[in-house]
């Protein structure tokens, strides 16, 4: 098979693991910042949140251009 094939395969696969590994200490941070509104920890508690949300819309993107350059190798 094609290295190309490969590499988006693991990326897609390591990333959703670590997705969904984080999943729930994100969900634990943004229950913090809900009962704890006005908090300075409740600030940094948010960045990472939101620093999560972009890395995985980044993910995401990535992965979708990597696909379609995949597709594009074999039958473009």
Do not use: P
Request: glycine share 6%; aromatic share 14%.
């Amino acid at each position: 098979m094609d290295l190309l094939l490969w590499i988006t395969i693991g990326f897609i696969l390591i990333g959703f693991v670590t997705l969904t590994s984080m999943k729930r200490g994100m969900e634990s941070k943004l229950a913090f910042i809900k009962a704890n509104m006005e908090d300075e920890e409740s600030s940094t508690k948010a960045k990472s949140i939101i620093w999560w949300i972009v890395s995985t819309t980044a993910w995401g993107i990535m992965s979708m251009i990597l696909i379609v350059w995949c597709f594009h190798n074999h039958f473009g």
